[in-house]
């Protein structure tokens, strides 16, 4: 029997370490993970970039897997590609589902105050993070935010918040938590609940996730 081959899509930043303690029986599926590319400018549009991403697909009828703002590319990326099922997590399936601080961060254009430098010099900035809390947070960062560019980072905050999807795509399942901050719970329809999952959950619940994966796709 031939495997499933399930392509997976880290969130905003983040390494493909994040999957790391996902497990799909290795009998069924073979898991690919993809990374995050550099954009050609800040112009080049969510489209286009998701087209580059589909040079990375080498298998037919794939399985794509994203997380947060990966979610959004990989729905991007089911539109230029054949594939069987796209699985969002921690993610949003329209523009209606962003939180309206989002919403309002688009039409002021506060985002554009956001310290993308402060990503670029992590290392030399963390170390004066103060607390047990911010600590244990400052080593997550570290080993799981692999994507440290600017340019990188303002591309991707203007498109999640002028992403343009308005009704969600066919053959999607979303699985999020009900302890998500960044993308709340109570703007969110039609989804597998993860209970006590925050934004983060990909990490902290990836038992849960993986059974929810493997439900969804046998």
């Not at 799909?24 to 550099?38: G, R, S």
Request: glycine share 4%; proline share 5%; charged share 25%.
């Amino acid at each position: 029997m031939s495997k499933i081959h399930v392509y997976c899509m880290p969130g905003l930043g983040a390494s493909p370490k994040i999957f790391e303690h996902i497990y799909l029986p290795e009998d069924q599926f073979e898991i690919h993970l993809l990374e995050w590319k550099i954009p050609i400018s800040l112009e080049e549009s969510i489209q286009d970039y998701a087209n580059r991403m589909c040079l990375d697909i080498t298998h037919e009828n794939p399985v794509l897997v994203g997380v947060s703002f990966g979610g959004m590319i990989v729905q991007e990326m089911s539109k230029k590609i054949k594939v069987s099922r796209v699985i969002i997590i921690s993610s949003v399936k329209t523009h209606d589902e962003l939180p309206n601080r989002l919403k309002l961060a688009k039409v002021t254009k506060a985002y554009k105050l956001f310290p993308t430098w402060l990503v670029e010099n992590f290392e030399e900035y963390s170390k004066y993070f103060l607390g047990d809390y911010l600590k244990k947070r400052r080593e997550l960062y570290k080993m799981y935010l692999s994507v440290r560019n600017r340019r990188y980072m303002e591309w991707a905050i203007y498109n999640v918040l002028h992403w343009k999807q308005e009704e969600p795509i066919p053959n999607l399942t979303h699985i999020h938590g009900n302890e998500d901050h960044v993308f709340p719970v109570k703007h969110i329809e039609n989804f597998v609940l993860v209970e006590k999952g925050t934004h983060v959950m990909i990490l902290m619940k990836a038992k849960t996730i993986s059974q929810i994966i493997c439900n969804t796709l046998t």
